[in-house]
């Protein structure tokens, strides 16, 4: 079974940086559609950047400009590096994986695969 497990969360105050990584002991996380999705307490949880198979990305308008997912291909290892972070960025972090190849779309019914989640808290 798929088991994937965050880290890397943490406090920092508006303006900085954290790197979030999700990994897998067994599966090979390249070759799916891989998802960052964040929930804050009482709201539904909300897809935050994606990535298919061939590397290709994809971004909450939100996000733009100060996120970036990519791969750690040889330690299987699915990061999200966050810049310029803001209050509003707080929230639960989780890593998510689909059965197949393509990130056609970021709802979350479409991933049966979670991690437990990191906690980001960003301070003004």
């Known amino acids: 079974q798929v088991q994937l497990v965050e880290s890397g969360g943490g406090s920092v105050q508006a303006g900085g940086s954290l790197r979030l990584s999700c990994t897998d002991s067994?599966?090979?996380?390249?070759?799916?559609?891989m998802a960052w999705f964040r929930q804050t307490l009482g709201k539904e949880r909300e897809g935050v950047a994606r990535?298919?198979?061939?590397?290709?990305?994809f971004y909450a308008d939100s996000v733009k400009g100060r996120f970036a997912i990519f791969r750690d291909i040889v330690n299987n290892t699915l990061h999200l590096q966050m810049n310029s972070l803001k209050p509003e960025d707080t929230a639960m972090y989780y890593c998510?994986?689909?059965?197949?190849?393509?990130?056609?779309?970021?709802?979350?019914?479409?991933?049966?695969?979670w991690g437990r989640g990191t906690q980001v808290t960003v301070s003004s």
């Open positions: 067994t599966y090979t996380l390249s070759t799916r559609c």
């Open positions: 990535i298919d198979s061939s590397g290709s990305t």
């Open positions: 998510a994986a689909r059965t197949v190849r393509y990130c056609d779309g970021d709802h979350r019914s479409l991933f049966p695969y």
